[in-house]
């Protein structure tokens, strides 16, 4: 069982920075793929980015060029530095982990079916 707590949510305006934390617990081993979604109000949950613990990362491309996932294996931990914050990115985001490769197919590495493991999320909000 693996258990996952996100950190680092909160308010900023339109342009502003944040940067979410989440740790891993548990069979951290088999944690091949660590990934963030979000889920708005009214919305599907939508993938955001993923990282492959060998290497290798995935993005939305929505958010290409202003979010940068880095998986931190020795930390069991990982990382979603968001920048150029923009209202359309408010959400609950949320760490997932795979024991699988899905990351590493870019059809599967986004798709929230594919993560076994969840964490409760953090809240983003971006004011205009």
């Known amino acids: 069982q693996v258990h996952l707590v996100e950190s680092g949510g909160g308010s900023v305006k339109t342009g502003g920075s944040l940067r979410l934390s989440c740790v891993a617990s548990?069979?951290?081993?088999?944690?091949?793929?660590m990934a963030w979604f979000r889920q708005a109000a009214g919305k599907d949950r939508e993938g955001v980015a993923s990282?492959?613990?060998?290497?290798?990362?995935f993005y939305a491309d929505s958010v290409k060029g202003r979010f940068t996932v880095t998986h931190a294996k020795a930390k069991n931990s990982v990382y979603l530095e968001m920048e150029s914050l923009v209202p359309a990115d408010t959400a609950m985001y949320y760490c997932?982990?795979?024991?699988?490769?899905?990351?590493?197919?870019?059809?599967?590495?986004?798709?929230?079916?594919?993560?076994?493991?969840w964490g409760k999320g953090t809240q983003v909000t971006v004011s205009s």
């Open positions: 990282a492959y613990r060998g290497g290798g990362t």
């Open positions: 997932a982990a795979d024991i699988g490769a899905t990351c590493m197919d870019p059809n599967l590495a986004l798709s929230p079916p594919e993560y076994q493991y």
């Open positions: 548990g069979d951290t081993t088999r944690n091949t793929c």
